[in-house]
C-alpha cells in the first residue's frame, strides 16, 4: 500500500538557522508533491508545489526538492524565525483527479 | 485567506443524534473535499465531488454521507453519530484540472459523548 513517512519526531532548531523537513515515500508515483503548514487547531495551508519533472522549486526563504528516483523530497526553511514554528505536511498528487495522499507532518520548533 | 467556511467550529453531542456538518465556498471551484483527522495524525480523504451531483468515499471508510446539490455547498451528515466519530474534519476546495492546491477550511472539531 501506498505509503508517506515524515519525521515524527519534533524538529528544534534555532533561530536564523536552516530547517531541513524530509518526506520519502514508497509504492507511489506522484504527478506532483506539495507542502503545507498547519496550526493548532486550524486547516492546512498550501505552500508550495513542485511537478514530477521538477528538481527544486523556490519561493522566498521556502525551498523545496524532488527526487523521484529516491521518493524523495526535502522542504528547507533559510533563515527561520519563531514564527515558523508549526506542523508541516507533505502531501503526493494525482493530476486525473486532485486528490491528495498526506504525510503524518513534521513539527517546527524554531527558538529564539 | 482562503474563502472557504464552516460551521460549527466546535460541536458537542450525544450519542444518537443527527449532525450535519457544513463546508461553503465562494471561489467557484468544482472539486471539493472532506478530510478526517486526529490530533497528530495524518489527514485522511473520506469524501470527495469533482462537481455539482458528483460524490464518491474517498480512502477512509466513513459512516458519512454527503451532497453537492451546489457547486458552492458541499455539507457532510452523520446519521446517527457514536463516540467512535469523535476528529476533526476539515473541509477542502481545488480548481479545475491538473495540479492544483488545495484550500482549506478552519475545521469542525466533533466530540460525541
Known amino acids: 500500500s501506498q505509503k508517506i513517512e515524515q519525521n515524527s519526531e519534533a524538529l528544534n532548531i534555532q533561530e536564523g538557522k536552516t530547517a531541513t523537513l524530509t518526506c520519502n515515500y514508497t509504492?507511489?508515483?506522484?504527478?506532483?508533491l506539495q507542502w503545507y503548514r498547519q496550526d493548532p487547531g486550524r486547516g492546512p495551508v498550501f505552500l508550495l508545489l513542485?511537478?514530477?519533472?521538477?528538481k527544486e522549486k523556490r519561493k522566498e526563504r521556502l525551498k523545496v526538492t524532488f527526487d523521484t528516483t529516491l521518493k524523495q523530497s526535502l522542504f528547507h526553511i533559510t533563515a527561520s524565525q519563531p514564527a515558523d514554528s508549526a506542523t508541516y505536511l507533505c502531501?503526493?498528487?494525482?493530476?486525473?483527479?486532485?486528490?491528495?495522499?498526506f504525510g503524518q507532518g513534521t513539527t517546527l520548533q524554531v527558538k529564539p | 485567506e482562503a474563502d472557504i467556511y464552516q460551521t460549527p467550529r466546535y460541536l458537542v453531542i450525544g450519542t444518537g443524534k443527527k449532525i450535519t456538518l457544513e463546508c461553503s465556498q465562494t471561489?467557484?471551484?468544482?472539486?471539493m473535499y472532506w478530510y478526517q483527522q486526529d490530533p497528530g495524525m495524518e489527514l485522511h480523504l473520506i469524501h470527495y465531488?469533482?462537481?455539482?451531483?458528483?460524490?464518491e468515499k474517498g480512502d477512509l471508510s466513513s459512516e458519512s454521507t454527503v451532497s453537492r446539490i451546489r457547486t458552492e455547498h458541499f455539507p457532510l451528515t452523520l446519521e446517527s453519530a457514536r463516540p467512535s466519530h469523535t476528529s476533526q474534519y476539515l473541509c477542502?476546495?481545488?480548481?479545475?484540472?491538473?495540479?492544483?492546491?488545495?484550500?482549506f477550511g478552519p475545521g469542525t472539531r466533533l466530540t460525541v459523548t
Open positions: 477542502a476546495s481545488s480548481p479545475g484540472q491538473g495540479a492544483h492546491e488545495q484550500y
Open positions: 509504492n507511489y508515483s506522484p504527478a506532483y
Open positions: 513542485i511537478r514530477e519533472n521538477e
Open positions: 502531501a503526493l498528487g494525482n493530476s486525473n483527479t486532485g486528490k491528495l495522499i
Open positions: 471561489m467557484g471551484h468544482d472539486k
Open positions: 465531488s469533482y462537481g455539482v451531483n458528483s460524490t
